[in-house]
């Protein structure tokens, strides 16, 4: 199973994407060869999910987004609340209420010549919106990791926690991941502990307790942030910690979480079946994070 299998909408081929405010028909929708985020990757993004007319977790996404945006040293131009009624314009003015994904996306914006100097660049940033009609096929076997040997990196060489469009590692993960027959890359610290996935965050569940990394190689994941929050809040025991992949193999339950599809149940990590099938924990986790989002 795809960890991001959705179900088709032909709905998706006439849709409006917002580029810099302006609403445009997908097959016209264009920026410049000389905008930062193609010739540099130079930009930070969002995946949003609107369920029942609201985007789930907004104040979250926006934290993250302009977090990572000061980083960069990168003026969005655009308050958050702004930012907020931009994303919601977008989906009214394509009629969607729900099972919608949103890629949010800006870049610096658009340069006098191709280079990485961000003193060239000659226009305000690129805000772009794509939001689509999404709904994830319901998982009926369980997901298929594959162990990459591309690391997440240390802080100062590439920071693990900024959500930027510079994810070339994340990309060789994924290619060796489907290349080995699997369905998403499970990915290492510098030091051999578990991390995270390439595109989602890594559970496991041992003895009743839930484990995940330390965090500190791994993005701010919002889902990941908000499951962690539920098992403190329910009682469930919860550690972020290094542990290697021995105990992955070991453990009783696996998963995966993400915005766009929540939590997916892993069934084999490198051909070795995680359990016995049985996923008690996950399924409670599952039905709070259900009643999360709808109580929101």
């Known amino acids: ?54 985007l789930a977790f907004i104040e979250q996404h926006m934290s993250r987004l302009y977090d990572g945006a000061k980083a960069l040293d990168m003026d969005i131009g655009l308050s958050k609340r702004a930012m907020v009624k931009r994303l919601l314009e977008t989906c009214e003015a394509n009629n969607m209420s729900d099972d919608v994904h949103i890629r949010l996306m800006v870049t610096r914006g658009e ?22 009609y999404k709904k994830p096929v319901a998982q009926t076997t369980g997901v ?49 502990f578990v991390a995270t996935c390439n595109s989602t965050h890594f559970f496991i569940v041992t003895n009743g307790e839930v484990w995940t990394s330390s965090g500190d190689y791994c993005l701010d994941g919002i889902t990941r942030n908000n499951v962690i929050q539920l098992c403190k809040d329910n009682d469930i025991p919860v550690y972020e910690k290094n542990f290697p992949l021995a105990k992955v193999y070991a453990a009783d339950e696996a998963f995966i979480t993400g915005t766009f599809a929540g939590l997916s149940w892993v069934d084999k990590v490198d051909g070795r079946k995680i359990g016995t099938g049985e996923i008690p924990v996950i399924k409670r986790l599952n039905a709070l994070y259900r009643d999360l989002i709808e109580h929101q």
């Open 1 to 54: 199973m795809a960890t991001h299998q959705y179900q088709q909408d032909a709905r998706n081929y006439n849709i409006l994407i917002n580029i810099n405010g302006e609403l445009v028909p997908r097959a016209e929708a264009k920026i410049s060869v000389f905008d930062s985020g193609f010739i540099l990757g130079d930009g930070v993004w969002e995946g949003i999910r609107l369920h029942k007319g609201k």
């Open 111 to 132: 340069k006098s010549t191709p280079y990485q100097d961000p003193r060239v660049t000659i226009s305000n940033a690129t805000v772009v919106i794509i939001a689509e």
């Open 144 to 192: 298929n990791l594959f162990t990459t040997h591309v690391r997440r990196g240390y802080p100062d060489v590439q920071d693990p926690g900024l959500n930027t469009h510079s994810k070339l590692n994340c990309i060789f993960a994924c290619i060796q991941a489907y290349k080995a027959h699997a369905d998403e890359a499970l990915m290492l610290d510098p030091h051999g």
